[in-house]
């Protein structure tokens, strides 16, 4: 059943986005996201839709994976996109009944929030596609080092946010093992009133958490034996590095905002 | 007829997206009732899958299974899955994470109280089993998590012993376990299909137990079964083997280097005791 998820797959192929260095695009990508809420007309979410067409042709990812990635999230988009239409006010009104109605504003909104999130689950997409979880870790602990300053204890957490993308793929195994096991013991997962249903993960969820602690433990000793004594003064495997590309990615993200902007104001 | 059938069967994981993996293949694989089959191959060749499919926990891609009297296509609901699943036991490798109750007895009693057994008959079948097994009435009170490895490893068996199938599928069951554990959980298994006429499928990279316990052995290589047969006919022909990355069982491997040496077998010996009995009358005669 989870081997069906492919949201946030990575994919391995080479191409000029998966070679740039995490940090440049995690930063950007995030940055995309707050960028798509500032454009208010057709013609600036028509340039963000043509940046963003653009980075997924240099990702080489076939689009039949963006695809994936959205299909899960289409039925929140639609509620959403119709609670739009349905509650909001303004302009030529084509239908109302009590406090719904349909008006051309309403339909203009729709149509934003639709186009939002789907640029914004696009450029997402683009990042955990290219992007190997480790790297993302190394990204994050990156870039939060100047917290070390307010003594948030950076390493730590860099430590176990790439422990626990290590285990995820693990635990849904170690998952999937146990279900299999507990069925094949007579306990049906899929039928039964609700009470039943929840009553029926208990025989998963002491195994799962007592199988997690024993690997935690395992994992702590074996962290030890190998000498590890803490995050400070560790020298680093993966080194990040900062390449002309990474640059250019930059500066054409400050063009795509001044190219929006521009739109805005005309 | 056999009682286990499935008849040209294909599965893939996850068909039509990308990542879509074809893991068996024209599977064609029967077994008669109260035998004893051993299904090998090295990682990754599709055993496990192929017992999943013989316990209704997935549905073939193509083709048909048949357990017993039941029937499952590719079309099949969820229902029909599970009417499988009655006559079948699995122990899965390192079973012991599988348990979860509070008491050894409680958790053993688990798989009968699903199938619709009462309380006090349930607890009757789990303390039979725990006898079964080898374990003594002082564990039905303990929790589960305070026992040893193997004891676990036991209570676990134990666990699908007490589903009572007609048919047992054991996926690497002494796997982590010493060699005394492993000697009494084989002998236990031969006993239950000897005396009960329980049908048994091993899955096992252990040679050695194959010889001395299978009637019938299956090779699985790339999600095909490549061969079939007797396990005489197996171990024979070594070079075979070896080219597919499987391993013989060291006194097959004597026989051999004492063929090649010119010594004639009428019958070529899988286990310690076939050999030893054939070599014996001749070193005598040679004195």
């Known amino acids: ?266 | 007829m056999g009682q286990i059938e499935i008849t040209n069967v294909d599965y893939k994981y996850q068909p039509d997206t990308p990542f879509e993996s074809i893991a068996l293949q024209e599977i064609n694989f029967a077994v008669e009732q109260g035998t004893y089959t051993a299904v090998i191959g090295h990682t990754g060749s599709g055993k496990s899958t192929l017992i999943q499919l013989i316990d209704g926990l997935i549905k073939p891609t193509t083709g048909e299974v048949t357990v017993v009297d039941k029937h499952v296509t590719p079309d099949s609901s969820g229902k029909e899955l599970d009417q499988l699943r009655k006559n079948v036991g699995i122990v899965f490798q390192f079973p012991e994470s599988q348990l979860f109750e509070e008491t050894v007895i409680k958790d053993i009693a688990f798989g009968p109280k699903n199938f619709g057994k009462s309380d006090t008959e349930a607890n009757e079948i789990a303390s039979r089993a725990m006898k079964l097994v080898g374990l003594s009435d002082d564990f039905a009170e303990k929790s589960p998590f305070d026992l040893s490895g193997g004891q676990m490893r036991r209570v676990a068996i134990a666990g699908v012993l007490a589903l009572e199938p007609d048919i047992l599928i054991l996926d690497e069951p002494t796997a982590g376990l010493d060699a005394a554990g492993q000697e009494q959980i084989m002998t236990l298994f031969k006993e239950l299909n000897v005396e009960h006429g329980i049908t048994i499928i091993l899955v096992t990279h252990n040679m050695e137990d194959v010889a001395k316990y299978a009637d019938q052995v299956y090779v699985l290589n790339h999600g095909k079964i490549v061969k079939s047969g007797g396990s005489r006919e197996i171990f024979a022909d070594q070079q075979w083997l070896n080219d597919n990355y499987l391993t013989v069982p060291v006194t097959t491997r004597i026989a051999q280097k004492l063929i090649n040496k010119g010594y004639h077998f009428d019958e070529f010996p899988l286990t310690v005791e076939e050999l030893s009995a054939k070599l014996l009358p001749n070193l005598k005669g040679e004195k």
């Not at chain 1, 995490?22 to 208010?40: D, G, H, N, W």
């Not at chain 1, 997402?124 to 870790?137: D, E, N, R």
């Not at chain 1, 070390?148 to 995820?168: C, D, G, N, Q, T």
Request: aromatic share 12%; net charge positive; glycine share 6%.
């Open chain 1, 1 to 266: 059943m989870f081997t069906k998820v492919i949201f946030g797959r990575y994919v391995p192929i080479d191409s000029i986005i998966h070679r740039l260095d995490p940090r440049s695009k995690l930063i950007l990508s995030l940055y995309f996201i707050v960028l798509v809420f500032f454009a208010t007309n057709w013609q600036s979410y028509a340039f963000l839709g043509a940046a963003t067409l653009g980075t997924i042709i240099l990702t080489k990812v076939p689009l039949k994976f963006f695809w994936e990635g959205i299909r899960p999230l289409i039925f929140i988009i639609i509620l959403t996109v119709l609670l739009q239409i349905i509650f909001s006010a303004g302009g030529t009104t084509y239908w109302h009944w009590g406090i719904f109605s349909i008006t051309s504003g309403g339909l203009i909104n729709g149509i934003y929030v639709f186009l939002r999130f789907f640029l914004i689950i696009c450029m997402s997409t683009v990042l955990t596609l290219t992007t190997t979880p480790l790297l993302i870790a190394d990204a994050v602990e990156s870039l939060m080092k100047p917290l070390l300053k307010i003594k948030v204890p950076v390493y730590e957490i860099a430590l176990m946010l790439s422990i626990a993308l290590r285990f995820i793929p693990t635990l849904m195994d170690e998952t999937q093992k146990i279900m299999n096991a507990q069925r094949a013991r007579g306990v049906n997962f899929s039928s039964g009133s609700l009470l039943k249903r929840v009553k029926s993960i208990v025989p998963i969820l002491i195994p799962l958490f007592i199988s997690a602690f024993n690997r935690a433990e395992d994992l702590a000793t074996a962290m030890e034996s190998r000498g590890y004594r803490g995050g400070d003064n560790r020298s680093k495997f993966r080194i990040l590095k900062w390449r002309h590309a990474d640059t250019l990615a930059c500066m054409c993200m400050v063009a795509v905002t001044a190219g929006l902007f521009l739109l805005k104001i005309l």
